[in-house]
């Protein structure tokens, strides 16, 4: 089974403050996807990373896939009220014949105005 | 539709009654799954359907648990003499067809199944 652990499992911050959330793994994915899911809705995608040592923006947002491929980060710059959620990264193991997602418990943010 | 639909959005059952959870996912879309997510548990695969290939049930916990998908596109889950360990949220999702890697999932919003 392949684990991904994410870190840290609850931050709270003001607005303003700019934070990082990480997710690991001993294993290597064929790529590595982010969702954010706010009460009462399922994850919602973020953006999808394939190349090892990958980086994406998406405005306050910066997204980096490690070198090898085992993990990644995810960057909030002046988080927003609007960041609150959960955030969850999920793993790829087609690369292995295994077409459903690996899941972390995910990261629970909250941003206090 | 525009968006994966399930229902019911809330489900309450006596222990050891059947329970049926339908999901409609987006159009064209070839690839189904149901996950189930517990209070600090994270996301737990279920089942996955992928076109008119045998399912993948590697992920359902006990024989109590089964799916099907009629017609490529709505699937049901169905859950025999339910157990107060069952409750949680179930979580359906589809994604285009999977010629490489994994697309991105759309997921509904859930069905919050409490057993008591």
């Known amino acids: 089974t392949q684990l991904l652990e994410q870190s840290p499992q609850f931050l709270s911050i003001q607005e303003g403050e700019n934070l990082t959330v990480y997710c690991n793994s001993s294993s290597v994915f064929s790529s590595l996807q982010w969702y954010r899911q706010e009460p009462g809705e399922g994850p919602v995608l973020l953006v999808t990373?394939?190349?090892?040592?990958e980086v994406k923006k998406l405005k306050r947002l910066t997204f980096q896939f490690g070198d090898a491929r085992k993990d990644s980060s995810l960057h909030i710059t002046a988080a927003q009220t609007g960041d609150t959620g959960l955030y969850l990264c999920a793993g790829d193991n087609s690369g292995a014949g295994s077409y459903q997602l690996t899941f972390g418990k995910g990261t629970k943010l909250s941003v206090i105005p | 539709g525009a968006g994966v639909s399930q229902s019911p959005s809330n489900k309450v059952t006596e222990k050891g009654k059947d329970v049926e959870l339908r999901c409609d996912p987006i159009?064209?879309?070839?690839?189904l799954y149901w996950y189930r997510q517990s209070l600090g548990q994270g996301l737990e695969f279920l089942i996955y359907?992928?076109?008119?290939?045998?399912?993948?049930k590697s992920g359902l916990p006990s024989d109590r648990f089964s799916a099907e998908r009629t017609g490529g596109s709505v699937s049901t889950l169905t859950i025999q003499r339910t157990q107060q360990e069952d409750s949680a949220v179930y979580l359906c999702?589809?994604?285009?067809?999977?010629?490489?890697?994994?697309?991105?999932?759309?997921f509904g919003s859930g069905t919050r199944l409490t057993v008591v």
């Open positions: 159009s064209g879309h070839t690839a």
């Open positions: 999702a589809s994604s285009p067809v999977l010629a490489e890697g994994v697309y991105g999932y759309t």
């Open positions: 359907f992928q076109g008119n290939s045998a399912p993948d």
């Open positions: 990373v394939v190349t090892g040592g």
